[in-house]
């Protein structure tokens, strides 16, 4: 069998511009579209409710000085409740959208999404630049711009998607300094500073890997990389022991033992496998470099110029595994939130040689990929309306409640805290709870064993004949909004438990 080592394209003049314009619109639509639609879930409402206290105190709080906001039994707080289990970033970014176009779901979303889009258009140029190939910044970006686990992320109130951003504009910024170009270096001195106060283990995991690459494949450049690595360490690190100190140990005993660590590697590894990556993808790699080897110079992607990009990316997903698993206090799933455009260029990479052979051959594999990557639910979701059980809780309380009253509540009280004016005790955070209160809340699922002593605390001194029991026709889920694609609710349960409201009757 004949290949022809190019690229089969149709015969379509190239416009960057043009293409850029198509793929904002795009991205635009699978971002912004539906946007306000769910309600905010735990993690969501912590940064909105954090985001508040910035708007009215100039400084993060974790209390508004009537609920608190942590979910781990309050080790999150410093000197007056300010917040230290956070980089800040996150909190600024939200607070001004929320200050001046006033909070919902779509203005607390807004600044994510915007940076999620950023991405996307960052994707483009990086790939331009790391490869020297239009060709693949195309695929790459149109396989960002419709990947699910990055859609579900990008479009979260949390810190996911800035920090998606940040970590790639690092890199860009380092393929440019490579490249010999201007202002590369304090680009890249911003980016890793904007990353550590966005989520610090990623500025070492970003360090580390480009430290590593330009030791390797640019020796000649690797001293002045180090000045600047240093530089920005010199810049950062002093707020790890002052406003960002934590005893994290003390708080989660398991951190830095060698069984976390490697239990910790073992997860995110298959997080990868499952959720990012599905192992027929990889097997497409294992066919190309069979067919490979029957074709002189390859399929276009010899040389070191690949080489080395491929192994910036590959070090990364390595890197970010590594300091994740030893840094990281807990394997979350979310904190693979940086690899998510890596592993999508990666993917593209994959699929870039069966355009080598056929163009349809490519097209046919990118939408199958696509296909069993939940596209066609995710369309459904953003096309569609979604009821979950904050929406119910929060429209019902709002309709019912009276000034004054309290609500105890099992997971879920950080929404509560967000969307209605009642005194809500409960979660995870640890504070005392009371022996009584005006409506009780006990969710079906339990997350995790904070939220199993609450749930135990509030059947042992709830007096059922003092409450009635209401039934309000919204699905109890486990999760409101999951950013695990396949854990991930596209579409209102209609087969799960309802959610029960207990209100207080007698004294």
């Known amino acids: 069998m004949r290949f022809n080592p190019e690229i089969k394209l149709p015969q379509i003049k190239y416009s960057q511009s043009v293409f850029l314009v198509f793929l904002t619109i795009i991205a635009g639509f699978m971002l912004f579209s539906n946007l306000g639609n769910r309600y905010m879930w735990q993690d969501e409402a912590q940064t909105v409710l954090i985001a508040k206290t910035v708007t009215e105190r100039g400084l993060p709080y974790g209390t508004d000085g009537v609920n608190f906001f942590s979910q781990s039994n309050g080790v999150e707080y410093g000197e007056n409740y300010l917040w230290k289990w956070h980089p800040w970033m996150q909190f600024y970014i939200t607070a001004p959208f929320i200050k001046f176009l006033g909070f919902n779901n779509f203005t607390a979303r807004l600044p994510f999404a915007l940076f999620a889009l ?44 800035p920090e998606m951003f940040f970590c790639l504009l690092a890199l860009f910024a380092y393929v440019r300094f490579l490249n010999g170009k201007k202002f590369s270096l304090l680009l890249y001195f911003l980016s890793l500073t904007c990353i550590f106060h966005t989520l610090y283990v990623y500025f070492f995991a970003v360090m580390a890997v480009c430290l590593a690459h330009t030791s390797f494949f640019e020796r000649k450049k690797a001293a002045v990389l180090y000045g600047i690595s240093l530089a920005a360490i010199a810049l950062n690190a002093p707020f790890l022991f002052t406003i960002y100190s934590l005893d994290l140990t003390g708080a989660h005993p398991n951190l830095l033992k060698v069984s976390h660590i490697l239990e910790s590697a073992r997860m995110y590894t298959a997080y990868i496998d499952g959720e990012l990556m599905p192992w027929w993808l990889v097997a497409l790699i294992v066919v190309y470099f069979i ?35 030893v840094l990281g206090h807990t394997p979350f799933y979310r904190n693979l939130a940086p690899l998510v455009p890596v592993m999508a260029i990666i993917t593209a990479l994959i699929l870039a040689p069966a355009f080598h052979i056929k163009f349809y051959l490519g097209i046919l594999l990118s939408f199958a990929y696509l296909i069993f990557g939940n596209l066609p639910m995710y369309l459904y979701e953003i096309t569609h309306n979604y009821d979950g059980p904050v929406e119910g809780m929060v429209k019902y309380l709002n309709e019912n409640e009276k000034p004054g009253q309290s609500v105890l509540i099992t997971y879920g009280d950080l929404p509560l805290k ?30 995790e064993e904070q939220d199993k002593k609450t749930a135990e605390y509030i059947r042992q001194k709830m007096d059922r004949n003092k409450y009635q029991m209401i039934t309000i026709d919204y699905p109890d889920n486990y999760d409101e909004n999951s950013e695990f694609p396949s854990r991930h609710l596209f579409w209102t349960d209609k087969e799960e438990d309802r959610v029960v409201i207990y209100k207080r009757i007698k004294p």
């Not at 994707?123 to 419709?146: G, Q």
């Not at 074709?295 to 590594?322: D, H, M, P, R």
């Not at 005790?425 to 809340?441: F, M, N, R, S």
């Open 118 to 161: 950023a991405t996307v258009l960052l994707c483009y140029f990086f790939v331009k630049e790391l490869f020297n190939s239009h060709r693949k910044a195309v695929l790459a970006s149109v396989i960002l711009v419709l990947y699910v686990p990055f859609l579900i992320m990008g479009r979260m109130s949390r810190y996911y998607s």
């Open 291 to 325: 067919v490979r080897k029957r074709v002189k110079n390859g399929l276009g992607t010899e040389g070191k110029q690949y080489i080395s990009g491929v192994s910036l990316l590959v070090g990364l997903v390595l890197s970010g595994i590594f300091f994740m698993s």
């Open 418 to 447: 967000l969307y209605t004016k009642l005194n809500v005790k409960g979660g995870l955070t640890g504070e005392p709870l009371p022996d009584k209160a005006d409506w009780v809340i006990i969710r079906k699922h339990i997350m």
